[in-house]
Every structure is written in C-alpha cells, then in structure tokens.
C-alpha cells in the first residue's frame, strides 16, 4: 500500500511538473509564429545563437545551485532540520547572485568574439553587430533568472511543485506577450528593421523573470513562514554555513559540469555549423547555412519542446523522492522508481514522436505557414527521433546526478562530447543541415547506453521489463499513426488553409489519441505503469464504448 502511495506522489509530482511545463510550452508555440513571421525566418538563426550561449551562460551563472537546493531541502526537510533547510536557501541563493553577476560581465566581454565565430568569417559585419547587441541584452536576463531559479529549487524541495509548475507557467505567459506586443510596436507600427523583433523577443526574458520572481516570492511565503516557525523550537543547532556552502558545491558543481556538456550537441552547432558549411561549400552558401540553421535550431527546436516537456517534469519531480528512498537505502523501491519513470516517460513520448515524424509538414505548416515549408517539414522530420532520444537522454542523466553518480555522469559525457566533435564534421560536410540531427542522435545514443551500464552496476537497475513494454508501445503506436496517415494522404491537402489544416489535425490527433489509449488499456500497458486498478479501467472502456 505504501509503495502504491509512493509511485503515485511522485507520478503525480512528475505530471504536475510536465503539466507546468507544457503549459508553458505551449504558451511559447504561440508567439513563435508571430515573431517567426515578424522578425523572417533568416532572423530566427540570430535568436538560436543567442539562446543557446544564454543558456549555457544560464548553467554557468547557477552552477548547479538550483538542484543542489532542491536535494538538500528534501534532504533536511526529511531530518526535520528546519533551521538547516532555512541556511540552505540563504546561502544557496547568495552563490547564486554572486556567479549571476560575474557570468554577465563575462558575456559583455566575449560578446564580440562569439558572435565573429558563430557566424563565421564570411558574415558581414552588420549581422556580427546585430549579434552582439542581442547579447547585451541577454546580460540582464542572466542575472534575473538564476535568481528565479534558486526559489523554485526550494520550492521543489518542499515538494510545492505546484508553485514551481504556476510560476512556469506565468512567467511564459508574461513573455509571450511582451515578445507579442513589443515586437507589432516596434516593426510593424514603429516601422524599425525587422531585427528589432529579436531584441524584444530576448529582452522579453528578463521581463517574464521579474514578474515570476514577485509571484512565486508571494505564494511561497506562506511555507517559508511554516518553516521559520518550526527552526524556532527547534533545539538542534543544524549545520554550519561553511558545512552548507560545502554540500551545495558538492552537489552544484557536478550538477554544473554535466549541464553544460549536456548541451555539447548545442554547443558545438551553434559555434561551429555556418562557419564550416561556409568553409566546404564556399562563402555564397552562407545565407542558406544561416537560414537552414535557424530552422533547425530555432523553429524545429521549438517544436521538440514539446516532448522535451516530459523530461523536464519527470526530472524536476524525481529529484525529492530519489533522494529520499536513497537517504532511506530503499534500494528496492528506489529501482522500481527508476523503471517506472521510465516507462511513464515512453508511454506519453512514443506515440508523440511518431504524430511528429508522420505529419511533421501539417506541423511545421501549421506553425509557420508556407515559407520554407519543404525545408523546415525535411528537417523536422529528421531531428524527431533525435529529439526523442535527448528526451530519454535529460531523464538519464537527471537520474544519475541524483543518485550520486555525478563522477560517472561526467566521464559518460566527456566520451560523448569527443565523439560529438569529432563525428558533427564529416556528418555535416556528407549531409550539410541533416548532419547535425544525425550526429546529435549519435550522441544521445552513446550516453544513453553508458547511463545503462553504471545505473545497473551500483543499484542494479534492470530496465529488460521496460523495453518489453516499451515495443508494445511502439507498436500501438504504429497502430495508432498509420491508418490515420494513410487516410489523411487521400485528403490530398494542398496547404493553402492553415485553419483548416489545424481542424483536420485536431480531429486527427483526438483519434489517433483514443485509439492508442484503447490499445494500451487492452494491453495492460497504463494498469501496470500507473496503477491504475482493474474497476478504474474497466470504467474508462465503458465510455470508450459508449
């Protein structure tokens, strides 16, 4: 009954994190194809580049102090060590500003040596320019969202998820409107270059920040309250800052290192993709290497946010109850927990990367409308079991870092970043844009068998139940996609209507959705995953049935 109880807290933990986080998700969708049709798609690679050394610069800033916040809250919370979880967020917010503050310097200063290779040599001096402005930009938000970070992280210690998933939430919705509004008054109104886009589109970042910093301040004032009530009667003195400061660099650091060879894949893009297809091809395929990789990067990369939302739910709701069943040496539960992640995980993921791969032109049309429709369907198609497997990727090596693998975790990703950096050249000179799908996929692959390997050996994980369960899966997600492509082929669409292809897509996606859900119930598959009882199941039948 307890395990019950557990596995359920933490599944719903992990779908009120996803829930957030697609909320937000979606949210982002919406003001992509109007800043994608405001700013052109050549502006969009201009977006990509900045984000992706922002984000990096985001790990950076943070180092890892966010997760750190979140383990150790649990941790204590779980000791009843109140006065230790208050001098954990106190500090740990503090390493945060401090690294916040030297990361924006850094990135004002090597704003224009970035900016010259990430173009490459045969860019001309105004974009160089437009690129460093937009990280100027980005300093501020660099500050801001770290700061943003750390109060989630102790809220999510708390297990207050549903502040973590609000303030998410909120905080997307505030950008997207400013992104939205600020970007018709400046080029459409104001009649200014259509870059002007883009620099709302990344100062609209710090705007969303600020506002999810003051919301999530006020609902989580009420815990912060309760706590500093029961550190006052407590009579253990709790630990010292420096034992505090110790165990945040301890966990933070680690977390830091993985984060950013995490995104070697966008890392090594980013830096080096226009620069040497300008090199093999020559200096008149710049426009189309910088177009294409705005595509890729930046419009299909936002489409895949959406599957990557099951891992960032999964990730943000495992680390309290991992920890715990490990502070406990619940090995037993804590490796059913594992799986049943897992398989959680690959129950929503598989038939959503399949719609992806069967109607990635109805999806990009649907998004972005004609424009480069061939291109942008060609590469989305490409990248969706790349995207799929850097979603299994990010819940691997979430778990791993949690389970205090982190040395493990860093040696996996070194050997992958090698391989990464010495395979993403001869892919993209033999495939151009493609190769930087393929050799991403790559990548993901190796680290997701090395993860495998080291979670089997020091808790002896066995995930040979999972991938039975995940080929059913498949399976019932082939059943699901292909009739429904087939007959949607004989539609003959000619994509002129975006509105009428979204009510097809709509009708089709509720099908394909019922038929899977069937399926998967026949099968057992949801009874055995989410523990769900027999009377549960055989209530959802009868309306499926009518």
Same mark, same amino acid.
């Given at each position: 009954?307890?395990?019950t109880?557990?596995?359920?807290?933490?599944?719903?933990?992990?779908?009120?994190?996803?829930?957030?986080?697609?909320?937000s998700?979606?949210?982002?969708?919406?003001?992509?194809? %109007?800043?994608?049709?405001?700013?052109?798609?050549?502006?969009?690679?201009?977006?990509n580049?900045?984000?992706?050394?922002?984000?990096?610069?985001?790990?950076?800033?943070?180092?890892?102090?966010?997760?750190?916040?979140?383990?150790?809250?649990?941790?204590y919370?779980?000791?009843?060590?109140?006065?230790?979880?208050?001098?954990?967020?106190?500090?740990?917010?503090s390493?945060?500003m401090?690294?916040?503050?030297?990361?924006?310097?850094?990135f004002?200063?090597?704003?224009?040596?970035?900016?010259?290779?990430?173009?490459?040599?045969?860019?001309?001096?105004?974009?160089?320019?437009?690129?460093?402005?937009?990280?100027?930009?980005?300093?501020?938000?660099?500050?801001?969202?770290?700061?943003?970070?750390?109060?989630?992280?102790?809220?999510?210690?708390?297990?207050?998820?549903?502040?973590?998933?609000?303030?998410?939430?909120?905080?997307?919705?505030?950008?997207?409107?400013?992104?939205?509004?600020?970007?018709?008054?400046?080029?459409?109104?104001?009649?200014?270059?259509?870059?002007?886009?883009?620099?709302?589109?990344?100062?609209?970042?710090?705007?969303?920040?600020?506002?999810?910093?003051?919301?999530?301040?006020?609902?989580?004032?009420?815990?912060?309250?309760?706590?500093?009530?029961?550190?006052?009667?407590q009579?253990?003195?709790?630990?010292?800052?420096?034992?505090?400061?110790?165990?945040i660099?301890?966990?933070?650091?680690?977390?830091?290192?993985?984060?950013?060879?995490?995104?070697?894949?966008?890392?090594?893009?980013?830096?080096?993709?226009?620069?040497?297809?300008?090199?093999?091809?020559?200096?008149?395929?710049?426009?189309?290497?910088?177009?294409?990789?705005?595509?890729?990067?930046?419009?299909?990369?936002?489409?895949?946010?959406?599957?990557?939302?099951?891992?960032?739910?999964?990730?943000?709701?495992?680390?309290?109850?991992?920890?715990?069943?490990?502070?406990?040496?619940?090995?037993?539960?804590?490796?059913?927990?594992?799986?049943?992640?897992?398989?959680?995980?690959?129950?929503v993921?598989? %038939?959503?990367?399949?719609?992806?791969?069967?109607?990635?032109?109805?999806i990009?049309?649907?998004?972005?409308?004609?424009?480069?429709?061939?291109?942008?369907?060609?590469?989305l198609?490409?990248?969706?079991?790349?995207?799929?497997?850097?979603?299994?990727?990010?819940i691997?090596?979430?778990?791993?870092?949690?389970?205090?693998?982190?040395?493990?975790?860093?040696?996996?990703?070194?050997?992958?970043?090698?391989?990464?950096?010495?395979?993403?050249?001869?892919?993209?000179?033999?495939?151009?844009?493609?190769?930087?799908?393929?050799?991403?996929?790559?990548?993901?692959?190796?680290?997701?068998?090395?993860?495998?390997?080291?979670l089997?050996?020091?808790?002896?994980?066995?995930?040979?139940?999972?991938?039975?369960?995940?080929?059913?899966?498949?399976?019932?997600?082939?059943?699901?996609?292909?009739?429904?492509?087939?007959?949607?082929?004989?539609?003959?669409?000619?994509?002129?209507?975006?509105?009428?292809?979204?009510?097809?897509?709509?009708?089709?996606?509720?099908?394909?959705?019922?038929?899977?859900?069937?399926?998967?119930?026949?099968?057992?598959?949801?009874?055995?995953?989410?523990?769900?009882?027999?009377?549960?199941?055989?209530?959802?039948?009868?309306?499926?049935?009518g």
């Amino acid at each position: 009954m307890e395990n019950t109880k557990v596995k359920q807290s933490l599944l719903i933990g992990a779908l009120t994190s996803s829930f957030g986080v697609f909320v937000s998700k979606l949210l982002g969708l919406f003001y992509y194809s %109007p800043l994608n049709a405001t700013a052109g798609a050549y502006n969009m690679s201009f977006y990509n580049i900045s984000y992706s050394y922002y984000e990096v610069l985001l790990q950076i800033s943070s180092a890892g102090i966010p997760f750190a916040i979140a383990a150790l809250v649990a941790k204590y919370a779980a000791k009843e060590d109140y006065k230790t979880v208050l001098l954990v967020k106190k500090m740990g917010i503090s390493l945060v500003m401090g690294l916040s503050i030297i990361a924006s310097i850094g990135f004002v200063f090597l704003a224009n040596p970035l900016a010259r290779q990430s173009l490459g040599s045969s860019a001309p001096l105004s974009d160089i320019e437009d690129l460093k402005r937009l990280f100027y930009i980005l300093t501020i938000a660099v500050i801001l969202v770290p700061f943003l970070s750390a109060i989630r992280g102790y809220c999510q210690g708390l297990k207050r998820l549903d502040i973590y998933a609000s303030g998410q939430v909120l905080e997307q919705f505030v950008r997207v409107l400013s992104i939205i509004f600020f970007a018709y008054i400046f080029v459409k109104v104001l009649n200014f270059d259509s870059i002007w886009a883009i620099y709302m589109a990344l100062a609209a970042a710090s705007i969303g920040a600020l506002i999810a910093i003051i919301y999530t301040k006020l609902l989580a004032k009420k815990d912060e309250n309760r706590v500093e009530e029961l550190a006052k009667v407590q009579e253990d003195p709790g630990r010292t800052k420096i034992e505090v400061t110790k165990e945040i660099i301890a966990l933070g650091i680690p977390y830091l290192v993985v984060s950013v060879l995490s995104n070697a894949t966008m890392i090594i893009n980013t830096t080096f993709f226009i620069d040497y297809m300008t090199k093999v091809n020559g200096p008149e395929i710049y426009e189309y290497a910088k177009l294409s990789s705005g595509i890729l990067q930046a419009n299909c990369a936002k489409l895949s946010g959406i599957p990557a939302v099951i891992s960032t739910g999964f990730c943000s709701s495992m680390v309290p109850y991992l920890t715990e069943l490990l502070e406990k040496n619940d090995f037993v539960k804590l490796r059913k927990q594992v799986n049943q992640i897992l398989e959680a995980a690959l129950y929503v993921l598989v %038939p959503m990367m399949l719609i992806f791969y069967f109607f990635s032109k109805d999806i990009y049309y649907i998004m972005y409308g004609s424009s480069n429709l061939e291109l942008g369907a060609d590469l989305l198609r490409t990248a969706c079991f790349q995207y799929f497997f850097g979603v299994i990727d990010l819940i691997f090596s979430s778990m791993m870092v949690t389970l205090r693998l982190k040395g493990k975790t860093i040696v996996v990703l070194i050997v992958s970043f090698i391989i990464k950096f010495i395979v993403f050249f001869p892919c993209v000179k033999l495939f151009g844009t493609y190769g930087m799908s393929y050799s991403n996929a790559i990548y993901d692959f190796i680290n997701i068998s090395m993860y495998l390997f080291f979670l089997n050996k020091y808790y002896d994980v066995n995930i040979y139940a999972t991938l039975k369960r995940f080929v059913l899966m498949l399976g019932c997600g082939m059943v699901m996609v292909i009739p429904i492509s087939l007959l949607y082929e004989l539609l003959a669409f000619d994509y002129s209507s975006r509105i009428i292809d979204i009510a097809y897509m709509g009708l089709c996606g509720i099908l394909m959705a019922l038929i899977y859900i069937y399926i998967t119930i026949k099968l057992n598959l949801p009874q055995k995953i989410f523990g769900i009882k027999k009377p549960d199941v055989l209530k959802i039948l009868s309306r499926f049935k009518g």
